[in-house]
């Protein structure tokens, strides 16, 4: 029989890392300020299985004072070396950070790899990095996580080349290590410095121009709703801190005025101070923003404490006084509705949402109009009818309130944005020297 030929198209999967065995190691300290205990625990078990680790085991205790060699106490490393063995683990994950001396202790007594929480989130990052930036960014927290951490595991060498007169070569190796990591750190942070002299470039020319920006914990839902009301294409997926890059785009769909949208990477409890530092450029969108989306998961039993993670982190951005509306996204996955209604009434000025099927999408666009319009400065201006042409491109510039078409002029009652005085003169003169 004639015809063409069926092609086959054959489509492979992207392979993803071998997932490895992890113990869980949570320690609760007593204290007000802390966060709650099974929280922080439930949390971590999302980072490990974010980072492919499949936990088999989780371990905690409770502790007044901290064991200066191992974090945990003797009985409770025991416990843990019991349940590496049984399991054979690849990793211990401890969910507070460890000092140089207690992370070398419990590897030498564990005989597997033993990282804390802030490691864990550096992996996840590492994994994530997509652009120039990120990928910059992420290397140089890790570099100053690492640094401190580097161990003498070069006595094989001094055995090999060691003599009479000679230095031991395992502390020449070690110095050499640190020396070159923090020539590559200064490498970097200069290389970061670039970047935000690009990234505050681009900024200055969008001057004028409203400024939003979606800020939350981390899988809240901030690239969904980016996707919905700009059109955009961000990746969406079910895993903490899928996207760390600043995505920013116009928002198009049912919208009035020029605004501009920006995903920003997202928050989480104990999250790297060096992490927060080198994201400098990334978070300086929240910082220039005129307007702040706080996006919470509202199925989430824990929002409340994202709430209080996502302020506090607000606050050391020193962004706390910036115009903001709280989101609570996801409300189609709450079946009991006095869940829904009990967090309303905790916190009255909150818009509910669902980016799943569009419900409350309308009502956070008039809030985002209102609070660009409370923005606006009124401004009264003449214009002759021979300069009439304009008026369409003084529209782009700001809202046109009321029109008076006097004898000799037209009266356009303004409210422009920071910077729109000077648009419009700009406009009238450029026309007055074409005439």
């Known amino acids: 029989m004639g015809g063409k030929p069926k092609t086959t198209i054959t489509r492979y999967k992207q392979p993803q890392p ?12 007593p204290g007000n300020d802390a966060p709650p205990f099974a929280e922080t625990l439930d949390e971590l078990e999302s980072l490990a299985a974010t980072a492919y680790y499949t936990p088999v085991a989780t371990l905690s205790q409770r502790l007044t004072v901290v064991n200066p060699k191992t974090l945990i106490g003797k009985g409770k490393v025991e416990e843990v070396l019991r349940a590496v063995r049984h399991h054979s683990a690849d990793v211990v994950i401890f969910d507070d950070n460890l000092s140089p001396a207690q992370n070398r202790n419990l590897e030498n007594t564990f005989k597997c790899r033993v990282i804390d929480r802030s490691w864990l989130i550096l992996e996840i990052f590492r994994d994530h990095a997509r652009t120039r930036e990120a990928k910059t960014q992420v290397e140089l927290a890790s570099l100053k996580y690492a640094l401190p951490r580097l161990t003498r595991m070069w006595g094989h060498l001094s055995r090999q080349r060691g003599g009479i007169g000679l230095r031991d070569v395992g502390e020449t190796q070690i110095q ?41 914990y981390t899988n809240a839902g901030k690239s969904t709703l980016m996707n919905r009301l700009t059109g955009a294409r961000v990746l969406i997926e079910n895993k903490l801190f899928a996207t760390l890059d600043s995505t920013i785009r116009k928002i198009k769909k049912n919208f009035p005025y020029p605004v501009l949208l920006s995903d920003t990477v997202g928050l989480i409890d104990k999250l790297p101070h060096d992490l927060i530092a080198s994201f400098k450029s990334t978070l300086d969108e929240v910082r220039d923003a005129d307007l702040l989306l706080k996006m919470m998961d509202i199925s989430d ?35 009991d509705p006095e869940i829904l209604e ?80 000077e648009k419009v003169n700009a406009i009238l003169k450029l026309a007055r020297e074409q005439q």
């Not at 071998?18 to 300290?29: C, N, T």
């Not at 750190?185 to 121009?209: F, H, N, P, Y």
């Not at 607000?314 to 962004?319: F, I, Q, S, Y």
Request: glycine fraction near 6%.
């Open 18 to 29: 071998q997932e490895r065995k992890a113990i869980l190691v949570g320690v609760e300290f």
């Open 176 to 216: 050499l290590d640190r020396r070159l990591i923090r020539d590559q750190i200064t490498k970097l942070a200069r290389q970061l410095k670039q970047i935000d002299r690009e990234k505050k470039t681009q900024r200055k020319s969008r001057g004028g121009v409203y400024k939003v920006a979606l800020v939350g």
């Open 301 to 335: 039993p824990n929002v409340e404490r994202q709430i209080q993670t996502t302020n506090k982190v607000l606050n050391e951005l020193e962004v706390e006084n910036t115009d903001s509306i709280l989101v609570f996204n996801k409300i189609d996955r709450i079946e």
């Open 342 to 421: 009990a967090q309303v009434q905790r916190n009255p000025e909150a818009i509910c949402i669902s980016c799943q099927d569009g419900k409350g999408l309308d009502r956070l666009r008039q809030a985002i109009v209102e609070c660009y319009e409370n923005k606006l400065t009124p401004w009264r201006i003449n214009i002759n009818y021979e300069y009439a042409k304009v008026i369409p491109q003084i529209r782009k510039h700001g809202v046109i309130a009321k029109t008076d078409y006097e004898e000799k002029f037209i009266r356009l009652h303004l409210r422009l944005p920071p910077g729109g005085k």
